[in-house]
């Protein structure tokens, strides 16, 4: 029996873990409507419609508060998790004969582009007073493949996740404006179809935005701008290798006692493992054709997540920097592309 005036203990209560399940499905919900958004109006890729959805669900009164409360876990999970895997298959669509089919001047002239704007977007992203890993990853996206870029740099970082939906939704923004800019300026640039291609395939972001933009110049355009940005791809690899080996170096700087990233993350070596795979040619077409659908999805769903972690509101400070660094990158990218093009021939 408890003493007279004793209070009796009271347990302590741990709160329920949160579900994902309630965010992944409606991360599925919002692939399946940008499927169909996809299917009836094809110029519109899958994944820049996913994002947008993200974004719109983030906001509309009613839906924002599910988004931001029993939604929350599952869609910050497929904005990492299914992000991760989405990489790892990303690799099957490359191949190192593919790379070495297009020439040695070719692989300079990507090469040139992506450090210009990798380092260019980063300075100036620093210059301007962007907050967190934002210069980072928005020189990532603009130079490497757009959101799946953002993604894995983001994994390595360990980027807030405000700052990778931001640079997620720049990076779409501008790479959808592409898909009607880029034709226009064809005919006044003299270019011709095949330069036309490899213009686009270096200097625009996502490869669906790639894929939409180059078949306005016909079937041999499209093929060279999809090499041209699997090349792009590949690069990948060795610059999340080149975040996490300066993070280490910063870590160890700093003292012992911090948790070291790996040099190589676990979801970039599968990312070289597939492209192994598929140089070996030994996956039948019908695999690769199922693994291209399935990687699609997943980054689908990784990018809903992803925009349905933006908050415009709190954008209006930065909003304006981060428009200009966002104008500034797409004109040093599409400048140098351009320009190593007609250099190339």
């Known amino acids: 029996m408890a003493l007279l005036g004793q209070r009796p203990r009271v347990a302590a209560v741990t709160p329920p873990r949160p579900r994902p399940l309630p965010g992944l499905g409606l991360a599925a919900l919002g692939v399946t409507v940008a499927w169909v958004t996809h299917a009836l109006i094809p110029a519109v890729p899958m994944l820049t419609a996913a994002v947008v959805l993200g974004l ?45 089919g297009v020439g040695w001047a070719t692989v300079a002239m990507v090469l040139g582009v992506v450090a210009a704007t990798f380092f260019g977007t980063w300075w100036l992203g620093r210059r301007l007073g962007l907050p967190g890993d934002q210069p980072l990853l928005i020189a990532t996206g603009y130079s490497i493949c757009g959101a799946s870029a953002i993604g894995a740099v983001g994994e390595v970082s360990e980027s807030e996740e405000r ?44 490869v669906g935005q790639v894929v939409a933009t180059a078949q306005t110049a016909g079937a041999g ?15 990948l690899a060795p610059l999340v290798a080149g975040v996490a080996f300066a993070l280490r170096a910063r870590t160890a700087a700093r003292g012992a006692g911090r948790r070291r990233p790996p040099v190589l993350p676990l979801f970039v070596a599968g990312f070289l493992g597939m492209v192994a795979v598929r140089s070996t040619g030994w996956v039948p077409g019908s695999v690769l054709d199922l693994a291209g659908h399935a990687q699609e999805l997943l980054l689908a769903a990784a990018l809903f997540g992803l925009g349905a972690a933006v908050d415009l509101p709190s954008l209006t400070r930065t909003g304006g920097r981060v428009a200009v660094l966002g104008l500034c990158a797409w004109v040093v990218v599409a400048g140098v592309s351009y320009g190593g093009v007609r250099l190339v021939g």
């Open 221 to 235: 355009a499209l093929g060279d701008a999809v090499l041209v940005k699997l090349m792009r791809v590949a690069l």
């Open 56 to 100: 719109a669900a983030a906001h509309v009164p009613g839906v924002r508060a599910v988004v931001r409360g029993r939604c929350k876990a599952g869609l910050s999970l497929a904005g990492k998790r299914l992000m991760r895997l989405g990489i790892v298959l990303l690799g099957l669509k490359l191949s190192l004969s593919d790379v070495l």
């Open 163 to 206: 700052d990778a939906a931001v640079s997620v939704a720049l990076v779409t923004l501008c790479g959808t404006l592409a898909i009607a800019v880029l034709p226009l300026l064809q005919g006044p640039l003299g270019l011709s179809d095949a330069e036309f291609g490899r213009w686009v395939g270096a200097s625009v972001h996502d």
